[in-house]
T-cell receptor, first 114, second 114 residues
Framework: DAGVTQSPTHLIKTRGQQVTLRCSPK?????VSWYQQALGQGPQFIFQ???????QRGNFPDRFSGHQFPNYSSELNVNALLLGDSALYLC?????????????FGSGTRLTVV | AQRVTQPEKLLSVFKGAPVELKCNYS??????LFWYVQYSRQRLQLLLR??SRESIKGFTADLNKGETSFHLKKPFAQEEDSAMYYC????????????????FGQGTILTVHP
């Protein structure tokens, strides 16, 4: 089992551009959460998807949007990139109703905005 | 609002010494508390959760609702314990499951010297 896989691992974007990050959950998991981790900080919750709908959202602007597909994979989209969006973006999957905080995390996508 | 505070950014101990990583939280409801660990060049992974009251790799953590703390302890630290440790909080649902967002502390880097 490959666990949670994220792509790409690194990317560099220019301010104002748009970016799409991808996540495949662990086999058997149906819920995907996205976190942003700035340097030296703990992960910050962006949103969570279940049954292809956003179930919960953190304090992030509408520039951050997501999608979940029927196969439970997910995308995170960020529009109008700002320098402050540079961070490690983590995807975490879990099985709804059995979470108990036992999320499985991916290795993350390192986004650099220049 | 949920908040997790880890007052120590860095903690150094010698092998065989006891170690305690502090975590304090603020939350008005009934919380679920967790410790996550990230070893060098590895992804974030769950170490233990308070609800299961288990001991993993010799680590234990007791939830003290009076002091709103969830400190992580180990009586004899090992060099392989060197890692980044995050305390995290989630909302406990009536059904005993927790699928909501995780609120992380800023993390404590533990270094165990030989």
């Amino acid at each position: 089992d490959a666990g949670v896989t994220q792509s790409p691992t690194h990317l560099i974007k220019t301010r104002g551009q748009q970016v799409t990050l991808r996540c495949s959950p662990k086999s058997g998991h149906d819920t995907v959460s996205w976190y942003q981790q700035a340097l030296g900080q703990g992960p910050q919750f962006i949103f969570q998807y279940y049954e292809e709908e956003e179930r919960q959202r953190g304090n992030f602007p509408d520039r951050f949007s997501g999608h979940q597909f029927p196969n439970y994979s997910s995308e995170l989209n960020v529009n109008a990139l700002l320098l402050g969006d540079s961070a490690l973006y983590l995807c975490a999957s879990s099985l709804s109703g059995r979470g108990l905080g036992g999320y499985t995390f991916g290795s993350g996508t390192r986004l650099t905005v220049v | 609002a949920q908040r997790v505070t880890q007052p120590e950014k860095l903690l150094s101990v010698f092998k065989g010494a006891p170690v305690e990583l502090k975590c304090n939280y603020s939350y008005s409801g009934s919380p679920e508390l967790f410790w996550y660990v990230q070893y060098s060049r590895q992804r974030l992974q769950l170490l233990l959760r308070h609800i299961s009251r288990e001991s993993i790799k010799g680590f234990t953590a007791d939830l003290n609702k009076g002091e709103t703390s969830f400190h992580l302890k180990k009586p004899f630290a090992q060099e392989e314990d060197s890692a980044m440790y995050y305390c995290a909080l989630s909302k406990a649902n009536a059904g005993g499951t927790s699928y909501g967002k995780l609120t992380f502390g800023q993390g404590t880097i533990l270094t165990v010297h030989p």
